[in-house]
Nanobody, 123 residues
Framework: QVQLAESGGGLVQAGGSLRLSCAAS????????MGWFRQDPGKEREFVGS????????SYADSVKGRFTASRDIAKSTVYLQMNSLKPEDTAVYYC????????????????WGQGTQVTVSS
């Protein structure tokens, strides 16, 4: 089992920044790839970015590329999503997830999910 816990969401003005954290625990979490997704009410949960624990390689959705950066701190078993130049359309509940397919953008490839953290960007 892998347990995930997000934190760091909040209310920010357009153009501002937030950093989300996802603390991971469990026997084999380091063998998983980590993904970030977001979901607005009434919409599908969509891929935001992913990072591999070992290599640190990342991938991003086109909508956030150049503004969001995923990173990880292996010693702290934590992954981060630095979000800059936030826009009102970035408003959503953000989830971190763990899956065995590195770099996958499909939510069905992720087996473990955190509880989510709300990000609200005001115009």
């Amino acid at each position: 089992q892998v347990q995930l816990a997000e934190s760091g969401g909040g209310l920010v003005q357009a153009g501002g920044s937030l950093r989300l954290s996802c603390a991971a625990s469990g026997r084999t979490f380091s063998s998983y790839a980590m993904g970030w997704f977001r979901q607005d009410p009434g919409k599908e949960r969509e891929f935001v970015g992913s990072i591999r624990w070992v290599s640190g390689s990342t991938s991003y959705a086109d909508s956030v590329k150049g503004r969001f950066t995923a990173s990880r701190d292996i010693a702290k078993s934590t992954v981060y999503l630095q979000m800059n130049s936030l826009k009102p359309e970035d408003t959503a509940v953000y989830y971190c997830a763990a899956g065995i397919f590195p770099g996958s953008r499909s939510r069905s490839d992720y087996d473990y999910w955190g509880q989510g953290t709300q990000v609200t960007v005001s115009s």
